[in-house]
Structures are given as C-alpha cells and as structure tokens.
T-cell receptor, first 114, second 114 residues
C-alpha cells in the first residue's frame, strides 16, 4: 500500500517569513495529493490539492509543487500570519476519477512566532 | 447546509461494551471513509466505502466494522471495544469529479475506552 512520509514534524517560523513542508510517497500510481489544515480541536480542512498531471498550483499565499519522478510534493506558505499556526497534513491517493481513501502523512505542527 | 455529521461527539465507555458511532452526509457523496487520529501517528484510515453495500478495509481495520445500507449513512461499529481503541475518530465523505476529490470531514468523535 501507499506510504507517505512528512517532514518536519514541527516547524517554527517568524511571522512574515515563508514556510515549506515536504512529503514523499511510495506508490507511483498515486495521482492526487491534497493538503489539509487542522486547527486545535477542529476537523481537518482541505486547503489546496494537486493532481499528477500538474507540476505546481497556487492559491494566494499557498502553493503546492509536485515532482513525480522523485515522488515528492511540498507545501509553500508565503508571508506567514498568526492564523497559519496549525497542524498540516499531506496525503496521497490513487483516485482514477473516484476516491478510495487517502493515506496521510503524520503531520507538521507549524508555529508562527510573532 | 452541506455537511458531515457524527454522533456522539464524546463517548466514554468500558471494555467490551458494543458501541456505534453514526456518520451522515447530506451531499449525495458516493464515497465515505472512517479515520482515527492519534498523537504522532496522524490520520489512519479504518474503512472506506465506494458506494452502497460496497465497503473495504483501510490501514487499521482490526476491531471495527462498518455498513453502508444507505448512501448518506456510514456507521462505525465497535463490537467489543478495547482501551487501544481510545482515539479521535473522523468520518469523511468525498466529492469526486473535475480536478479535485475534495474530502469533507465530520466534526470528530472523541472515544475513551476504560
């Protein structure tokens, strides 16, 4: 089955700086890579995702890049703000137009220092 | 309002006492999943369902059962709960099509087994 590794487990950055979280996956058939943000005591919420036919996707201060050859993808957050503090999870799946469920990384606790 | 609901939100029980956690979605999604979240381990998939009467094991199915008799409901059953099933449980349903397989999570059920 799929295995997703996520690094770092904790990341502390100064407000206004950029943050990068990296994930690798094992199954070359995986073709869908979402990122979720989970604030304390709340449910995970999708913030951005990418499919394997795209190398990069941006949404305002958030971007995701995908390297299929190396089987890794990254989340980039620019101009970090206090509300970006949360746990971030990457995930991978082979959906082929459907969704068989996601394999998640173990999460990164992002801390934004004022 | 489009949503995934879970009940109960909090449950304390004793070893061996059968329990059911309900999950319901009003978005007409075909795909539904159950995850457990434990500190340092991220989100691990228990079971998933691709449609009515179609269910399959995820990564950690031992000790759990599910059923999918109706599209909107996907209950999680613990026939004989044990302390190692103390965890935070999330149900999720998935919209498919287009460029994303957006997964919507329920609010979570915190289960303690004594």
């Amino acid at each position: 089955g799929e295995n997703v590794e996520q690094h770092p487990s904790t990341l502390s950055v100064q407000e206004g700086d950029s943050a990068v979280i990296k994930c690798t996956y094992s199954d070359s058939a995986s073709n869908y890579f979402p990122w979720y943000k989970q604030e304390l005591g709340k449910r995970p919420q999708l913030i951005i995702d990418i499919r394997s036919n795209v190398g990069e996707k941006k949404d305002q201060r958030i971007a995701v890049t995908l390297n299929k050859t190396a089987k890794h993808f990254s989340l980039h957050i620019t101009e970090t703000q206090p509300e970006d503090s949360a746990v971030y999870f990457c995930a991978a799946s082979y959906s082929g137009g459907g969704a068989d469920g996601l394999t998640f990384g173990k999460g990164t606790h992002l801390i934004i220092q004022p | 309002e489009a949503q995934v609901t879970q009940n109960p939100r909090y449950l304390i029980t004793v070893t061996g006492k059968k329990l059911t956690v309900t999950c319901s979605q009003n978005m007409n999604h075909e795909y539904m999943s159950w995850y457990r979240q434990d500190p340092g381990l991220g989100l691990r998939q228990i079971y998933y369902s691709m449609n009515v009467e179609v269910t399959d094991k995820g990564d950690v199915p031992e000790g759990y059962k599910v059923s999918r008799k109706e599209k909107r409901n996907f209950p999680l059953i613990l026939e004989s709960p044990s302390p190692n099933q103390t965890s935070l449980y999330f149900c999720a349903s998935t919209r498919t099509g287009g460029d994303t397989d957006t997964q919507y999570f329920g609010p979570g059920t915190r289960l303690t087994v004594l």
